[in-house]
């Protein structure tokens, strides 16, 4: 902006100065042939006279370029500062301030991105689920300043075992999420593994430096679905599969044994089964009354 401005500025002095000598040469009465006659007798007296005319003229052109810039410079600088405290309060607003991990806010909007690039292209992308084994335990039996450390130490050991283009997240208490880009199930329950390695031996840096457990839901797009809410029911259900195969794994998310995947069919003949036996009379309602057994009055049944 500044330097179209002096462009501008520049531009509007040279058509000035040669209009503005053009007007005074021949609208001044007199003035061509006195500013002849001064530099025949006196040239070093009429040089330096239109030099300091020159000069002057410049220095107010610069003075009122000056005057025209800086308001712009200052709106420059204050769009600027707005856009450096508004980068500033997102980052903040998406980011879990215990862990330093993005938070659950994040977790929804990259997880929309991502799921639309590995739809779009085909991609392979893993959603790790993971929630801390018997992290109440911790909280109710050392308290929950220990609790945050253990927090806060997950939040390490993901960042450090994880690559710079893997996305991790703190989306609940305990509950941590990841998307692994360009990762199928089987290679992401690798990953996850090395994970629970990681987390399973004893640290010697950290507040939290004890061993601790996670159990683990694992699937991926678009080999089990395309829908986020579909492949977020997926790793829960594996989530909590793990944890009812007690504890501290990770599983993958089955198809074949989910409880959320249903035969439409079978279904449809249900449906169709209870319809029948509804119209067909094969079901006797009986109503219990309830009585006042003071007056014998039935109140309801």
């Given amino acids: 902006?500044?330097?179209?401005?002096?462009?501008?500025?520049?531009?509007?002095?040279?058509?000035?100065?040669?209009?503005?000598?053009?007007?005074?040469?021949?609208?001044?009465?007199?003035?061509?042939?006195?500013?002849?006659?001064?530099?025949?007798?006196?040239?070093?007296?009429a040089v330096a006279g239109l030099s300091v005319a020159f000069v002057l003229a410049i220095a107010l052109v610069a003075w009122m370029a000056r005057a025209v810039i800086r308001p712009a410079e200052q709106l420059v600088a204050s769009r600027d500062d707005l856009g450096t405290l508004y980068e500033s309060a997102r980052s903040r607003a998406l980011e879990d301030s215990l862990t330093g991990l993005a938070n659950h806010r994040a977790f929804q909007e990259e997880f929309e991105s991502l799921l639309s690039l590995s739809i779009r292209h085909r991609m392979d992308l893993a959603v790790l689920l993971i929630d801390i084994d018997d992290f109440k335990t911790v909280n109710d039996s050392a308290g929950h300043a220990v609790g945050d450390d253990l927090l806060i130490e997950m939040g390490r050991v993901l960042r450090g075992q994880l690559r710079a283009s893997d996305r991790m997240f703190r989306i609940g208490g305990d509950e941590f999420a990841i998307l692994l880009p360009h990762t199928d199930a089987d290679n992401a329950k690798l990953v996850a593994n090395r994970l629970l390695a990681a987390c399973i031996e004893p640290r010697t840096a950290g507040e939290f430096r004890r061993g601790f457990a996670f159990s683990g839901g694992l699937t991926a797009a678009p080999a089990f679905a395309s829908s986020r809410d579909q492949l977020l029911n997926q790793a829960d259900e594996a989530l909590y599969q793990a944890k009812r195969d007690g504890r501290c794994l990770v599983r993958i998310f089955d198809p074949a044994t989910s409880k959320t995947t249903l035969d439409i069919r079978a279904l449809n003949e249900r449906s169709a089964a209870v319809a029948d036996v509804l119209s067909g009379g094969g079901l006797w309602p009986v109503f219990q009354p309830v009585i006042d057994l003071r007056n014998g009055e039935v109140l309801a049944f």
Avoid: E
């Fill in 1 to 45: 902006m500044r330097v179209r401005l002096l462009l501008v500025v520049g531009a509007t002095f040279v058509i000035a100065l040669l209009i503005g000598g053009g007007l005074v040469a021949f609208g001044v009465p007199g003035f061509g042939p006195l500013f002849a006659l001064l530099l025949k007798t006196a040239p070093q007296a």
